[in-house]
């Protein structure tokens, strides 16, 4: 929720889209396929990419839609197509502040607080289909601006798996357009990144705690060598499994992690019937899945 | 409530001449808002409504705001009554007389945020309640709505205090009732509850503003107070809580009060997507802005 007073405009969805039942059906049956979970406050959002497709396909209302989802023989054609929609073009430098604040402010400070942890001195995330890799250079960054001056001595190990090679070539260039460094401040931007011309290349100590590789989640032998991860993110990349390798990646993502670990989806995913094993964990802005320590899985976790 | 603390507050209480008295209109209309939909009287709403010009001019601008799009202009308050329906007019009775009560309190939490607060609380308490199917949804609307208003009785009665307990609050990222009982040596749970009694509230919405931080050990309204406690933590999690950030991680599976919930009632408690709920929370969050905004802008509201 956030809390700015700036009522969010319908931005072009019509007042009868967002009262259309049909909408609701098919919030509804992506929730249920995707776990991507639209409140109504996102309905506009819903509406315009549902239309995007409609119009691509010929489609006038959003019930004849729903039925092309869900009745026609190419359905999961078009409900891949919409997931792509939806989860398009969204990804930027320090997006998901609350995410953001979250590791920063909470799960950073008790990871380097953990009693075992003392011997090692090295944070482990994994990104799982880091796409381009803004999000594995914004953890780097906000590991170099808050963690390594508080406590010296300490490491970032980043490992960054995508399944896409062009996305794996774009995060080893590490050179990015305006539009993906827009949240930082110039500052920010000039100590992190060199310009160049009107894109801007990311510095070699925000690159150096990044390992990039190229990982398929549903390689089951390959999946049981990612161990000791203090977060694992994986946002937006469930959404294209069916239900049963859902769970199956889950749960590597589980085994993957150390007990007091952090398990982080994209901002509108949810974990429930799912997998059970996590406990959903609640942030200032956001939710999270943490791994309970021994001894935490019975009783309450304080 | 420990004694020597109940004492020292109402002795700060008449040394300040006294608290806010509840309105007369307010606890009316409250009894026939809160009416089954059976027995309403819609009337009876309309008179008490139209008593009040502050009141009945903020029903018209609510119900002509765009917050509904018709096509012809509502004139009167019983137009206005049926268009917005019963749980938006009890929304703004509340939330258009209560701030008025304490537009005195200055120096402590911004009105408007307390208020985004106390209506989130308030909405989400019943929404929750609605979902696990606990009895009494009405009363759960005021019970979280007024859970916090010690908040307002203690910048009241220690205005000095109280903004160094909001200052220490905000730097520290701490929850505001463990400064609290650091700086006053109490907590808004106790001194709302004071206000409460001079109120005559119910005893378990009384109950509820006692207990809604810590609700495990009293009996009465123990389902009521851990609802509003979830509700509480809840708004302030999702961006409707006190003004500034808490750096807190909550399990609430592991909280007390869910445990007491799900005991009552296993079945819906089971199927509650508590992920889904929360992010459903956030249209409550543009709902309550528009409410607290309508209630503060251009003059009419409490001030």
Known sequence: MSTNTVVVPNQ?????????PALLKLRDLIYSISGIFHAENKFYLLALRSRRRMKELGSNTFADYFER????????????NLLNEITIGETYFFRGQPTIDAVSKIIFPKIVALPGKQAVKRVRVWSAGCSTGEESYTLSILFLEQIAPKFKDWKLEIVATDLNDDSLVKCREGLYAEYSVRNLSPQMRDKYFTQEGKSYRIKDVVRAPIKFDRLNLQDQTKMLFMKGFDLVFCANVLIYFDSAAKKRTVEHFYNGLVPGGHFFLGECETLFGIYDQFRL???PGSTGYYKPLPGEDAGGKK | MNPETSKMLQRRVSELGSLPVMPSILQSLGTCLSASPGDMNIDRIVELISYDKSLAAQCLRVANSAMFTRRTEVESIRQAVLALGIQRVRDIVYSCSLPKLFSGAQNGMAHATFWRHALGTALVSQNLAQRLKVADIEKLYLAGLLCDIGILVNSLLYPEEFKRV?????ASETPLCEVEQEILGFTHCESGRVLADIWKLPPDISEAIEFHHHPIGHQEGLEMTCVVYLADLLCRLRGLGYGYYEAREFDLAAEAPWEVLKKKHPDTAAGLDMARFTIELDQYGVEVQKMVDSIFS?????H
């Open chain 1, 12 to 20: 072009g969805a019509t007042d009868a889209d967002l009262a259309d």
């Open chain 1, 69 to 80: 989802l869900t009745a026609r023989a190419n359905r999961d054609v078009e409900m891949r």
């Open chain 1, 281 to 283: 964990v609640h942030f």
């Open chain 2, 166 to 170: 909001l200052a220490q609050a905000e």
């Open chain 2, 298 to 302: 251009n003059g009419s509201g409490p």
